[in-house]
């Protein structure tokens, strides 16, 4: 999973059906330390979460997961809203 | 799997349900020397690991999510499955 910042939505009217009912949302990924890490990518949205937030999402075949039994065509999937980030300074 | 170092954690009071009951840590991947080798990414934590360990980690979701939450079909790509002592070269 990576963390990254909601940027925006996505409208799609004519959409595969069990996509109908799903918020898409444009996210930019981000590294621990909230910097931006590679392009934005648009995932779907499990949580409820929105623009501005930070959040925690998941790629791969996982992402259909929060959907079943219904299949669902994605491989971008936002799992969890972030309220904190704890990042120590570790030494090697 | 791959070796990695674990430098944090987030925490997320929403979240997809499976995620309950395990800690999300931040992870560097690291090389055999122990240096960085790229991004840091999100695992679920199985063994207790804390900051500053060097971890195996799976980055698959059958092997995470059955480690993380024992049994399969979780919204979970990473986990740590291992605390590493040392390792040994030939």
């Not at chain 2, 695992?43 to 979701?61: H, I, K, M, Q, T």
Request: with cysteine.
């Amino acid at each position: 999973m990576h963390l990254a910042r909601v940027i925006g939505t996505v409208v799609a009217t004519a959409k595969y059906e069990a996509l109908v009912g799903h918020k898409l949302l444009v996210i930019q990924p981000l590294d621990a330390r909230r910097n931006h890490d590679g392009r934005p990518v648009i995932a779907v949205d499990s949580v409820g979460a929105g623009v501005g937030e930070v959040v925690m999402w998941c790629r791969g075949k996982e992402s259909s997961f929060p959907f079943l039994p219904r299949n669902t065509p994605t491989d971008c999937t936002i799992v969890g809203i972030v309220d904190t980030i704890h990042l120590e300074e570790v030494t090697q | 799997m791959i070796l990695g170092r674990v430098v944090g954690n987030v925490v997320a009071t929403q979240k997809n349900d499976r995620y309950e009951g395990s800690r999300v840590m931040i992870v560097e991947p690291i090389g055999l020397e122990g240096e960085r080798s790229g991004a840091e990414f999100l695992a679920l934590d199985s063994v207790d690991s804390g900051p500053g360990d060097v971890v195996l980690v799976v980055r698959e979701g059958w092997a995470a999510s059955t480690a993380a939450t024992g049994r399969p079909q979780a919204a979970i790509d990473s986990a740590i499955i291992g605390v590493v002592d040392h390792i040994d070269f030939e």
